[in-house]
């Protein structure tokens, strides 16, 4: 189709940086991006738009002017910068994601295709007991506490809505989405979730610098690194609509906990040392998050089977890359 694009929001972002990569490296696709922020390998894309997803000019304009197969949207405030300014969060995560919506149900309108729409989700989105270990299924413990969680969760039913039932004038997306565990990336240090301690602990340690943690060692979660994500997002994205009976999967890679990571790393670089600052808040969210994802409906559904566990992952890719 004519000037037909995939459309990437939150293109600076961790996600937003390596999808970019992928898209224009591999599959050579037209990549519309929209940011408030550049993205470093802004030369990958055909148009880079400086500007909020709230701004809907800016979305109304899009709109006008591309046939618009894919949506991308990873634009989100995070988990803990969410408990920290509740209104940014709700502007964001659920008036832009709105707004990403409705661009899509327009294109529906104006250009008689079903727009894909990828949206990130989160372990977040669950509530569970403290030390709860029974790997956690997609329909189970869904009453989140987090303020994210709460976004997540929310867009996630409405665009379930979009995707069956459509808006009032029946126009529809096909909505797909990931419920992921923390990311771990070689190329970035992530800010503003509640994860991050496993990234910025790797990410001290190659820097030959000790690490303050803002959780206990004995806390524990699910997590992936970059590559498995984006081919998580690849997979999802290209498996025929009739084989995905869900809108929502979990995927998840390895559970460690701190003093696991922390084990790890010391085989590499023994003289890391950590100590621990527990931040209350963070650690409540940390417990309130399962320790281990069912994953098998990605598994069955769209053949999702990580390449990394904790072993390989940092000596395949972790050290490998930041060695270099």
Same mark, same amino acid.
Request: a positive charge; hydrophobic letters at 35%.
């Given at each position: 189709?004519?000037?037909?694009?995939?459309?990437?929001?939150?293109?600076?972002?961790?996600?937003?940086?390596?999808?970019?990569?992928?898209?224009?490296?591999?599959?050579?696709?037209?990549?519309?991006?929209?940011?408030?922020?550049?993205?470093?390998?802004?030369?990958?894309?055909?148009?880079?738009?400086?500007?909020?997803?709230?701004?809907?000019?800016?979305?109304?304009?899009?709109?006008?002017?591309?046939?618009?197969?894919?949506?991308?949207?990873?634009?989100?405030?995070?988990?803990?910068?969410?408990?920290?300014?509740?209104?940014?969060?709700?502007?964001?995560?659920?008036?832009?994601?709105?707004?990403?919506?409705?661009?899509?149900?327009?294109?529906?309108?104006?250009?008689?295709?079903? +727009?894909?729409?990828?949206? &990130?989700?989160? @372990?977040?989105?669950?509530?569970?007991? /403290? %030390? $709860?270990?029974?790997? =956690? *299924? !997609?329909?189970?413990?869904?009453?989140?506490?987090?303020?994210?969680?709460?976004?997540?969760?929310?867009?996630?039913?409405?665009?379930?809505?979009?995707?069956?039932?459509?808006?009032?004038?029946?126009?529809?997306?096909?909505?797909?989405?990931?419920?992921?565990?923390?990311?771990?990336?070689?190329?970035?240090?992530?800010?503003?979730? +509640?994860?991050?301690?496993? &990234?910025?602990? @790797?990410?001290?340690?190659?820097?030959? /610098? %000790? $690490?303050?943690?803002? =959780? *206990? !060692?004995?806390?524990?979660?699910?997590?992936?690194?970059?590559?498995?994500?984006?081919?998580?997002?690849?997979?999802?994205?290209?498996?025929?609509?009739?084989?995905?009976?869900?809108?929502?999967?979990?995927?998840?890679?390895?559970?460690?906990?701190?003093?696991?990571?922390?084990?790890?790393?010391?085989?590499?670089?023994?003289?890391?040392?950590?100590?621990?600052?527990?931040?209350?808040?963070?650690?409540?969210?940390?417990?309130?998050?399962?320790?281990?994802?069912?994953?098998?409906?990605?598994?069955?559904?769209?053949?999702?089977?990580?390449?990394?566990?904790?072993?390989?992952?940092?000596?395949?890719?972790?050290?490998?890359?930041?060695?270099?």
């Amino acid at each position: 189709m004519k000037n037909s694009i995939i459309l990437i929001s939150g293109a600076s972002g961790e996600i937003g940086e390596n999808l970019i990569d992928y898209f224009s490296n591999i599959e050579k696709r037209k990549i519309i991006a929209i940011d408030i922020n550049k993205p470093k390998n802004q030369s990958n894309i055909f148009k880079f738009i400086k500007g909020s997803i709230l701004n809907t000019e800016i979305l109304n304009k899009i709109n006008e002017e591309y046939v618009i197969e894919e949506i991308y949207h990873l634009a989100a405030v995070l988990s803990t910068t969410a408990e920290q300014n509740k209104k940014l969060a709700q502007n964001v995560n659920i008036d832009g994601t709105n707004n990403l919506f409705n661009l899509a149900l327009s294109q529906n309108l104006k250009n008689n295709i079903i +727009t894909k729409f990828f949206f &990130p989700s989160s @372990i977040a989105v669950y509530n569970v007991k /403290k %030390n $709860y270990t029974i790997p =956690v *299924s !997609e329909n189970k413990f869904c009453n989140p506490k987090t303020t994210y969680g709460q976004h997540k969760l929310f867009c996630e039913n409405l665009g379930i809505a979009f995707d069956k039932y459509g808006n009032n004038q029946n126009f529809k997306i096909d909505f797909r989405s990931i419920r992921f565990p923390g990311i771990i990336s070689i190329n970035s240090m992530p800010s503003g979730g +509640t994860s991050d301690y496993a &990234p910025e602990m @790797i990410h001290s340690a190659i820097k030959n /610098k %000790n $690490y303050s943690c803002f =959780v *206990s !060692e004995k806390s524990r979660l699910p997590f992936i690194v970059m590559p498995d994500a984006i081919e998580a997002i690849v997979k999802i994205m290209t498996t025929p609509k009739k084989k995905l009976k869900n809108n929502i999967y979990n995927i998840t890679s390895f559970s460690p906990s701190v003093k696991d990571f922390l084990k790890t790393i010391q085989k590499k670089l023994p003289e890391f040392k950590i100590n621990y600052v527990i931040d209350k808040m963070r650690e409540d969210i940390v417990n309130q998050w399962p320790n281990f994802i069912d994953d098998k409906n990605a598994k069955n559904d769209w053949k999702w089977n990580p390449k990394y566990d904790l072993e390989s992952a940092f000596n395949n890719y972790i050290f490998k890359n930041l060695e270099n």
